[in-house]
């Protein structure tokens, strides 16, 4: 009889696709991008924002731990233990920081975001998952944009989802899209505007009939003007008889302010995004120094990235996911290291804390 047994990795065990909307995960064709994220993402300073976040937590490893009260010292420890095989590529099917940014992105803009479990271990614990975009997944009990808590009911392209195996992240704000509903707006119109004064190669004006001329009909008017305008589209000469004259518009993007406005739009962008305005690009009042450029990279993984990461974790580190008593969380040593942050963290315990 043997003393000492081996143990070996439990087998993973595909869910099955049955009675419900698990049978279209993975046909992409379904697939799609919500309208108002596609607008969103047309905003430079979004799509940056949007770029620079999901990519800082979609390129930190995962560790797993355990908390040990430390008698002596009065406070628990984390004891670190080795992590599952799907911390390092979640989905089987695609590289880890790809359904880590689609997830976070997800947070972002909608406050939530969804993975489905497609195996698990022989223990009953998830062994692999896929991301399902929101903008396919529906919560008949929840109807948004506050999400309440876990649904109840999670529907995919409209068919109901065994929710046993569908895992949501709740972000701790409404989610871009919402909260910054109108600035959107705003920012999407200032677009469009500066777009018109880009595609008129002169001066706006108008065509105007002389007194004394005879006049013309509406359908006249039209045809002259718009001859008028496609002539100066390939030509910057343009002729007219004595009886029709060409006026300016006085007005011109300086004088609508046009570009102060874009400015402010976009340093409003940065601000419903969490990131610092240096990093963005957008106008700020204060002149950039290597200090500033430092306190901007912390703030963007404090104030832009953190939130998302910790929203991750946490859902991760829940009894459906692993056995009770464990806990998930970024490893950001790197990061801050690139950041040029670690020593400066180390120096400063308080500032250790907040950086995780």
């Not at 989610?175 to 707006?185: M, P, Q, W």
């Not at 039209?222 to 910057?236: P, Y």
């Not at 402010?264 to 962008?269: F, K, S, V």
Request: charged share 20%.
């Amino acid at each position: 009889m043997a003393l000492f047994k081996r143990t070996t990795a439990k087998p993973a065990v595909a869910v099955k696709a049955a009675s419900g909307g698990a049978g279209q995960i993975g046909s992409f064709l379904g697939y799609s991008v919500g309208t108002a994220e596609e607008r969103a993402l047309s905003i430079p300073t979004i799509a940056r924002s949007r770029s620079m976040i999901c990519s800082l937590v979609a390129g930190l490893d995962l560790k797993q731990y355990q908390l040990v009260w430390n008698s002596i010292d009065e406070e628990y420890e984390k004891v670190y233990l080795q992590g599952e095989g799907w911390f390092t590529r979640p989905d089987p099917k695609v590289p880890r920081q790809f359904i880590m940014a689609q997830t976070v992105s997800d947070l972002l803009m909608y406050g939530r975001a969804f993975w489905y479990t497609s195996a698990r271990y022989s223990t009953g614990f998830p062994a692999a998952f896929t991301w399902l975009p929101h903008s396919n997944v529906e919560t008949p009990n929840q109807q948004g944009p506050q999400w309440w808590g876990m649904p109840d009911e999670v529907e995919f392209n409209g068919v109901m989802l065994d929710t046993a195996n569908v895992v949501c992240f709740l972000a701790p704000d409404q989610g871009l899209l919402y909260t910054g509903n109108r600035a959107i707006d705003i920012s999407l119109r200032l677009d469009a505007a500066a777009r018109r004064f880009a595609l008129t190669e002169i001066a706006a004006g108008y065509l105007q009939q002389k007194d004394g001329s005879e006049p013309m009909t509406a359908e006249e008017l039209g045809e002259l003007a718009q001859g008028w305008a496609s002539v100066r589209r390939e030509s910057a000469i343009g002729a007219l008889n004595s009886a029709v004259e060409f006026k300016e518009f006085q007005s011109d993007p300086s004088k609508l302010q046009l570009v102060e406005a874009r400015n402010h739009a976009a340093l409003e962008m940065s601000r419903i995004a969490g990131v610092p305005a240096y990093l963005v690009s957008a106008p700020t009042s204060n002149g950039m120094t290597y200090q500033n450029a430092q306190e901007s990279r912390r703030d963007l993984w404090l104030w832009g990235a953190l939130p998302y990461a910790t929203a991750i974790a946490e859902r991760l580190s829940m009894d459906d996911i692993l056995p009770r008593g464990r806990h998930i969380e970024f490893d950001i040593d790197e990061a801050l290291a690139q950041a040029g942050m670690m020593e400066e963290s180390e120096a400063d315990p308080v500032m250790e804390d907040q950086l995780g």
